[in-house]
């Protein structure tokens, strides 16, 4: 797992301490989302560029799944790669290709990324990570911006 811990976000910190604690997980899980939404677009451009394949299974599993934390001020987001039976023959439930059925079981992700004894490993998904991490702060810090903006406190 890879965690990143910013600091250095003590004026916005204490803008956010104005907000009742509601206020203050909503805008902190929005601001890590939008965190994870950049790098989950580069993990996904990295891995179309790197591992073109005629189905799209790989790109096309790549999620964003959000964690509660232990607290009302922690927010963790897993950006992995879906695997297993239930992955597989999916009808699309929204979207442009709604109603189609689709295999989105890339159980070999991990082999991608790591490698195996027989294969060497390929990594897209730490590249993609180390390459956005500064973009996904500032998409952080700007949507907390923007969050605290509109309610009222500039």
């Not at 580069?42 to 179309?48: F, H, I």
């Not at 799209?56 to 799944?65: H, M």
Request: aromatic share 10%.
């Amino acid at each position: 797992m890879i965690s990143v811990k910013v600091d250095g976000l003590a004026d916005l910190a204490n803008r956010l301490k104005e907000l009742d604690i509601e206020m203050q997980t909503r805008l902190l899980a929005a601001s890590t989302a939008a965190a994870a939404a950049t790098t989950r677009k580069e993990v996904e451009l990295r891995a179309r560029a790197r591992f073109t394949e005629r189905t799209g299974t790989l790109f096309r599993s790549i999620y964003v799944k959000r964690k509660k934390g232990a607290d009302a001020f922690q927010s963790v987001y897993f950006i992995g790669i879906r695997k297993g039976k239930r992955y597989q023959n999916l009808k699309l439930r929204f979207g442009k290709n709604k109603g189609q059925t689709v295999n989105m079981d890339a159980f070999y992700g991990g082999f991608l990324e790591f490698g195996t004894k027989r294969m060497a490993r390929h990594p897209f998904m730490r590249p993609a990570f180390e390459a956005k991490k500064m973009d996904a702060v500032t998409a952080a810090k700007e949507r907390m911006r923007r969050g605290l903006t509109k309610f009222g406190l500039k």
